[in-house]
Protein backbone atom coordinates (compact mmCIF):
# COMPACT_ATOMS: atom_id res chain seq x y z
CA UNK A 1 0.00 0.00 0.00
CA UNK A 2 1.44 3.41 -1.02
CA UNK A 3 2.41 5.57 2.16
CA UNK A 4 1.40 9.37 2.25
CA UNK A 5 4.80 9.97 1.18
CA UNK A 6 4.01 9.12 -2.32
CA UNK A 7 0.30 11.11 -2.23
CA UNK A 8 2.25 14.24 -0.57
CA UNK A 9 5.99 14.86 -1.37
CA UNK A 10 6.67 13.11 -5.05
CA UNK A 11 3.66 14.48 -6.86
CA UNK A 12 5.39 18.16 -5.69
CA UNK A 13 8.76 16.77 -6.51
CA UNK A 14 6.80 16.39 -10.10
CA UNK A 15 5.26 19.15 -10.29
CA UNK A 16 8.70 21.05 -9.05
CA UNK A 17 10.82 19.18 -12.30
CA UNK A 18 7.56 20.49 -14.92
CA UNK A 19 8.24 23.90 -13.38
CA UNK A 20 11.91 23.56 -13.87
CA UNK A 21 11.13 22.09 -17.73
CA UNK A 22 8.60 24.78 -18.92
CA UNK A 23 10.74 27.92 -17.87
CA UNK A 24 14.01 26.20 -19.10
CA UNK A 25 12.62 25.04 -22.41
CA UNK A 26 10.66 28.04 -23.16
CA UNK A 27 13.75 30.07 -22.41
CA UNK A 28 15.48 27.82 -24.91
CA UNK A 29 12.62 28.31 -28.13
CA UNK A 30 13.84 31.99 -27.87
CA UNK A 31 16.83 30.74 -30.44
CA UNK A 32 13.60 30.89 -33.44
CA UNK A 33 14.19 34.88 -33.05
CA UNK A 34 17.66 34.86 -33.58
CA UNK A 35 17.45 35.39 -36.95
CA UNK A 36 14.88 38.65 -36.79
CA UNK A 37 17.35 40.02 -33.71
CA UNK A 38 20.39 39.88 -36.71
CA UNK A 39 18.18 41.26 -38.96
CA UNK A 40 17.22 43.82 -36.67
CA UNK A 41 20.54 44.66 -35.91
CA UNK A 42 22.01 44.90 -39.62
CA UNK A 43 19.06 47.68 -40.09
CA UNK A 44 20.16 49.85 -37.36
CA UNK A 45 23.99 49.64 -38.29
CA UNK A 46 22.89 50.68 -41.59
CA UNK A 47 20.33 53.35 -40.13
CA UNK A 48 23.33 54.47 -38.01
CA UNK A 49 25.69 55.09 -40.09
CA UNK A 50 23.69 57.35 -42.08
CA UNK A 51 22.86 59.29 -38.80
CA UNK A 52 19.08 58.07 -39.01
CA UNK A 53 19.07 56.58 -35.64
CA UNK A 54 20.59 55.76 -32.19
CA UNK A 55 21.90 52.90 -29.83
CA UNK A 56 19.29 54.29 -27.42
CA UNK A 57 16.71 54.77 -29.26
CA UNK A 58 17.02 51.50 -31.82
CA UNK A 59 16.53 49.46 -28.05
CA UNK A 60 13.71 51.79 -26.45
CA UNK A 61 12.33 51.01 -29.38
CA UNK A 62 12.37 46.94 -29.39
CA UNK A 63 11.82 47.43 -25.58
CA UNK A 64 8.25 49.08 -26.73
CA UNK A 65 7.60 46.60 -29.06
CA UNK A 66 8.34 43.51 -27.27
CA UNK A 67 6.76 43.86 -24.34
CA UNK A 68 3.16 43.17 -25.22
CA UNK A 69 4.20 40.26 -27.39
CA UNK A 70 6.56 38.60 -24.52
CA UNK A 71 3.67 40.13 -21.69
CA UNK A 72 1.08 38.07 -24.33
CA UNK A 73 3.21 34.59 -24.36
CA UNK A 74 3.46 34.67 -20.66
CA UNK A 75 -0.44 35.15 -20.40
CA UNK A 76 -1.26 32.21 -22.60
CA UNK A 77 1.72 30.06 -21.68
CA UNK A 78 0.94 30.69 -17.80
CA UNK A 79 -2.63 29.87 -17.92
CA UNK A 80 -2.36 27.16 -19.76
CA UNK A 81 0.98 25.14 -17.64
CA UNK A 82 -0.18 26.27 -14.43
CA UNK A 83 -3.92 24.39 -14.40
CA UNK A 84 -2.78 21.61 -16.58
CA UNK A 85 0.37 20.63 -13.60
CA UNK A 86 -2.00 21.51 -11.18
CA UNK A 87 -0.70 24.42 -9.06
CA UNK A 88 -2.11 25.79 -6.20
CA UNK A 89 -5.59 27.49 -7.17
CA UNK A 90 -4.80 30.97 -6.04
CA UNK A 91 -5.29 34.36 -8.01
CA UNK A 92 -2.29 35.93 -6.33
CA UNK A 93 0.04 33.22 -6.89
CA UNK A 94 -1.06 32.62 -10.79
CA UNK A 95 -0.03 36.72 -11.10
CA UNK A 96 3.32 36.32 -9.59
CA UNK A 97 3.95 32.70 -11.71
CA UNK A 98 3.41 34.88 -14.90
CA UNK A 99 5.37 38.33 -13.43
CA UNK A 100 8.07 35.96 -12.85
CA UNK A 101 7.56 34.08 -16.00
CA UNK A 102 7.24 37.81 -18.40
CA UNK A 103 10.43 38.86 -16.05
CA UNK A 104 12.78 35.29 -17.42
CA UNK A 105 11.38 36.14 -20.65
CA UNK A 106 12.91 39.80 -20.42
CA UNK A 107 16.11 38.85 -19.30
CA UNK A 108 16.16 35.94 -22.08
CA UNK A 109 15.56 38.72 -24.67
CA UNK A 110 18.20 40.45 -23.25
CA UNK A 111 20.73 37.58 -23.47
CA UNK A 112 19.61 36.72 -27.13
CA UNK A 113 20.59 40.78 -28.27
CA UNK A 114 23.42 40.36 -26.55
CA UNK A 115 24.77 36.97 -28.64
CA UNK A 116 23.32 38.83 -31.85
CA UNK A 117 25.36 41.92 -31.39
CA UNK A 118 29.25 39.98 -31.11
CA UNK A 119 28.27 37.05 -33.47
CA UNK A 120 26.62 38.17 -36.41
CA UNK A 121 26.05 34.58 -38.00
CA UNK A 122 23.28 32.85 -37.70
CA UNK A 123 25.51 29.47 -37.11
CA UNK A 124 27.39 30.90 -34.55
CA UNK A 125 24.78 32.93 -32.48
CA UNK A 126 22.49 29.89 -32.56
CA UNK A 127 25.06 27.51 -31.04
CA UNK A 128 26.58 30.27 -28.54
CA UNK A 129 22.92 30.87 -27.49
CA UNK A 130 22.15 27.62 -26.53
CA UNK A 131 25.64 26.25 -25.16
CA UNK A 132 24.93 29.46 -22.80
CA UNK A 133 20.91 28.19 -21.73
CA UNK A 134 22.61 24.66 -21.18
CA UNK A 135 25.12 25.78 -19.06
CA UNK A 136 22.95 27.98 -17.07
CA UNK A 137 20.59 25.35 -16.61
CA UNK A 138 23.02 22.73 -15.65
CA UNK A 139 24.02 25.15 -12.66
CA UNK A 140 20.61 26.65 -11.63
CA UNK A 141 20.61 24.27 -8.40
CA UNK A 142 17.53 21.43 -9.66
CA UNK A 143 19.82 19.27 -11.18
CA UNK A 144 22.27 19.36 -8.70
CA UNK A 145 21.90 21.31 -5.56
CA UNK A 146 23.94 24.84 -5.39
CA UNK A 147 25.76 23.80 -1.70
CA UNK A 148 27.18 21.17 -3.98
CA UNK A 149 28.34 22.62 -6.76
CA UNK A 150 32.44 22.92 -7.87
CA UNK A 151 33.17 26.16 -6.35
CA UNK A 152 35.31 27.80 -8.51
CA UNK A 153 33.35 27.81 -11.93
CA UNK A 154 29.94 26.47 -11.56
CA UNK A 155 29.07 27.94 -8.25
CA UNK A 156 31.06 30.79 -8.64
CA UNK A 157 30.23 32.89 -10.88
CA UNK A 158 27.43 30.63 -13.43
CA UNK A 159 25.13 29.73 -10.66
CA UNK A 160 24.95 33.36 -9.75
CA UNK A 161 24.31 35.02 -13.01
CA UNK A 162 22.29 31.83 -14.26
CA UNK A 163 18.66 33.73 -14.28
CA UNK A 164 17.00 30.56 -13.96
CA UNK A 165 18.47 30.38 -10.85
CA UNK A 166 16.37 33.37 -9.41
CA UNK A 167 13.15 31.92 -11.17
CA UNK A 168 13.37 28.46 -10.31
CA UNK A 169 15.75 28.08 -7.22
CA UNK A 170 17.31 30.90 -5.73
CA UNK A 171 19.45 30.93 -2.65
CA UNK A 172 16.85 32.14 -0.20
CA UNK A 173 13.43 30.46 -0.80
CA UNK A 174 12.17 29.93 -4.70
CA UNK A 175 9.45 32.12 -5.89
CA UNK A 176 7.87 29.87 -8.30
CA UNK A 177 8.40 26.65 -6.18
CA UNK A 178 7.76 28.45 -3.08
CA UNK A 179 3.69 28.64 -4.49
CA UNK A 180 3.83 24.88 -4.15
CA UNK A 181 5.10 24.60 -0.57
CA UNK A 182 3.65 27.34 1.12
CA UNK A 183 1.06 26.01 3.99
CA UNK A 184 1.71 22.49 3.21
CA UNK A 185 2.95 19.58 5.23
CA UNK A 186 4.57 16.09 4.45
CA UNK A 187 4.11 12.63 6.00
CA UNK A 188 7.94 11.40 7.20
CA UNK A 189 7.33 8.26 8.27
CA UNK A 190 4.20 7.55 10.52
CA UNK A 191 5.37 9.81 13.64
CA UNK A 192 5.88 12.93 12.41
CA UNK A 193 5.32 15.31 9.55
CA UNK A 194 7.31 18.52 8.45
CA UNK A 195 6.06 21.70 6.96
CA UNK A 196 6.65 22.51 3.39
CA UNK A 197 9.19 24.88 4.12
CA UNK A 198 11.30 22.41 5.98
CA UNK A 199 10.98 19.84 2.91
CA UNK A 200 11.92 23.06 0.36
CA UNK A 201 15.00 23.52 2.28
CA UNK A 202 16.38 20.24 3.09
CA UNK A 203 15.83 19.28 -0.62
CA UNK A 204 17.18 21.77 -2.33
CA UNK A 205 18.84 23.71 0.06
CA UNK A 206 17.14 26.70 0.09
CA UNK A 207 16.50 28.69 3.16
CA UNK A 208 13.43 30.04 4.18
CA UNK A 209 12.85 33.74 3.87
CA UNK A 210 9.19 34.54 3.24
CA UNK A 211 10.36 37.78 1.49
CA UNK A 212 13.11 36.15 -0.82
CA UNK A 213 10.21 35.66 -3.33
CA UNK A 214 10.34 39.45 -4.09
CA UNK A 215 14.22 39.62 -3.91
CA UNK A 216 14.42 37.05 -6.45
CA UNK A 217 12.12 38.96 -9.27
CA UNK A 218 14.12 42.02 -8.28
CA UNK A 219 16.78 40.09 -9.20
CA UNK A 220 15.57 39.19 -12.71
CA UNK A 221 14.52 42.62 -13.03
CA UNK A 222 18.12 44.56 -12.48
CA UNK A 223 19.29 41.48 -14.91
CA UNK A 224 17.34 42.25 -17.61
CA UNK A 225 18.13 45.73 -17.11
CA UNK A 226 21.73 45.04 -17.43
CA UNK A 227 21.57 42.89 -20.04
CA UNK A 228 20.42 45.56 -22.14
CA UNK A 229 22.88 48.36 -20.65
CA UNK A 230 25.55 45.56 -22.01
CA UNK A 231 23.47 45.55 -25.46
CA UNK A 232 23.78 49.42 -25.47
CA UNK A 233 27.97 49.33 -24.78
CA UNK A 234 28.19 46.39 -27.75
CA UNK A 235 26.20 48.26 -30.28
CA UNK A 236 27.80 52.01 -29.89
CA UNK A 237 31.40 50.48 -29.36
CA UNK A 238 31.88 47.45 -30.80
CA UNK A 239 28.81 46.80 -34.05
CA UNK A 240 29.56 50.16 -35.37
CA UNK A 241 33.50 49.99 -35.52
CA UNK A 242 34.55 46.53 -35.76
CA UNK A 243 31.88 44.47 -37.59
CA UNK A 244 30.31 46.81 -39.43
CA UNK A 245 32.67 48.97 -41.01
CA UNK A 246 32.92 47.79 -44.23
CA UNK A 247 29.16 46.96 -44.40
CA UNK A 248 28.40 50.75 -43.16
CA UNK A 249 30.56 51.88 -46.34
CA UNK A 250 28.73 49.71 -48.42
CA UNK A 251 25.45 51.34 -46.81
CA UNK A 252 26.38 54.58 -47.11
CA UNK A 253 27.61 54.03 -50.78
CA UNK A 254 24.07 52.47 -51.59
CA UNK A 255 22.32 55.51 -50.13
CA UNK A 256 24.01 58.08 -52.09
CA UNK A 257 23.24 56.11 -55.40
CA UNK A 258 19.73 55.99 -54.32
CA UNK A 259 19.46 59.43 -54.13
Not at 145 to 150: D, G, N, V
Not at 173 to 188: H, P, Q, R
Request: aromatic share 16%; with cysteine; proline share 3%.
Amino acid sequence: MPSSEQFGYLPKMTRVAAIFVFVSFTSLLSIAGVPAQIKEIKIYACEESNQHSGAFIFLLGQLFASIPFLFLISISSSLVFYFLVGLRDEFSMLMYFVLNFFTCLLVNEGLVLAVTSIWQDIFWSILIFVSIQVIMMLSAGFLRIRSSLPGPVWMYPISYIAFHTYSIQASSKMGLLENEYIETSFAVGQVRTISGNQALQNVYDISADSNSKWKNLLVLFLMAVAYRVLVFVLLKFYVRKNLFVPKLFLCNQNTRNSR
